[in-house]
């Protein structure tokens, strides 16, 4: 509780919990801003005006297992509700086309000069059949 009113807290592991390097990874990595404005909203239609605010509890994986605790700003949760409508207006679209792009139907896999594999005196790939 803060101020008579519940505080959403999310606690999440981390490889860093100092506050900037989890702002950062938050923010450009695992889109915590856009989870955050989802469950404030959620929050705050089931509880109207009962929801003072979002923070996190970032804790480290490994000793010392440092921690810290911060709020998620206003800025923060306008960020998330923007991104989220980004990638609501993308689900209708690929929902209205019935199309839904995704990794390509077809993609070779090569090794490349670098990571040639062993092969045996006198063998050519030319006297190979395809493998399909």
């Not at 606690?11 to 856009?34: D, G, I, M, Q, S």
Request: aromatic residues 18%; hydrophobic residues 40%; neutral net charge.
């Amino acid at each position: 509780m803060r101020g008579g009113k519940f505080l959403i807290v999310d606690c999440k592991n981390t490889n860093n919990a100092h506050p900037e390097a989890f702002r950062h990874a938050a923010l450009f990595r695992y889109a915590y801003h856009v989870q955050a404005a989802h469950y404030f909203q959620g929050f705050s239609e089931v509880m109207p005006g009962q929801i003072a605010g979002f923070a996190f509890i970032a804790y480290e994986r490994t000793p010392p297992y440092k921690a810290s605790f911060m709020f998620a700003d206003p800025t923060f949760l306008v960020a998330g509700r923007r991104q989220a409508a980004v990638y609501f207006a993308t689900y209708l679209r690929c929902r209205g086309a019935d199309y839904w792009p995704c990794y390509p139907d077809h993609y070779e896999l090569r090794a490349g000069e670098k990571h040639r594999i062993w092969e045996p005196a006198g063998y050519s790939p030319d006297d190979e059949e395809e493998p399909f």
